[in-house]
């Protein structure tokens, strides 16, 4: 009697990094109404390589992350902000969190106390807020 392995049950895969980065930066380009060749001209990257950023297939360093950002009037802390809430699983912040100015109330997305003090969340030290830039960050 022969026996068949099954393939185990897997999860399904977490997004990388590169991945999150590029979804949100394509979604802010397209809500602004630019184009890939505007937003690589600005930026100085080709406008290959800001396509594949966009779909996720290559890792720019922060450099580059911090020109797309700028040509796109966000910041590298915004992105980095949204895409720490995506990995983490947490409410999907709008597409509009990317762009500076533009202040959220994250205040309905935070568990009351007491759900803190069951989870062991309110042993963490507090986070001070310096600016709004940090409001995603944080």
């Given at each position: 009697m022969s026996t068949t392995a099954r393939p185990s049950p897997r999860s399904p895969r977490r997004p990388?990094?590169?991945?999150?980065?590029?979804?949100?930066?394509?979604?802010?380009?397209?809500?602004?109404?630019?184009?890939l060749a505007e937003v690589s001209a600005r930026a100085g990257v080709s406008l290959a390589y800001l396509s594949e950023v966009e779909r996720g297939l290559k890792e720019p360093s922060s450099e580059v992350l911090e020109a797309i950002c700028v040509a796109l009037g966000s910041s590298v802390t915004l992105l980095v902000g949204a895409?720490?809430?995506?990995?983490?699983?947490?409410?999907?912040?709008?597409?509009?969190?990317?762009?500076?100015?533009?202040?959220?109330?994250?205040?309905?997305?935070?568990p009351d106390d007491a759900a803190d003090r069951r989870t062991g969340r309110d042993l963490a030290p507090p986070t001070q807020i310096d600016s709004p830039a940090l409001l995603l960050a944080a």
């Open positions: 990388l990094l590169r991945e999150v980065y590029g979804r949100l930066l394509r979604g802010l380009r397209t809500r602004q109404g630019r184009t895409a720490h809430r995506d990995l983490r699983g947490l409410a999907a912040l709008p597409v509009e969190a990317l762009e500076e100015g533009v202040v959220l109330d994250l205040t309905a997305a935070r």
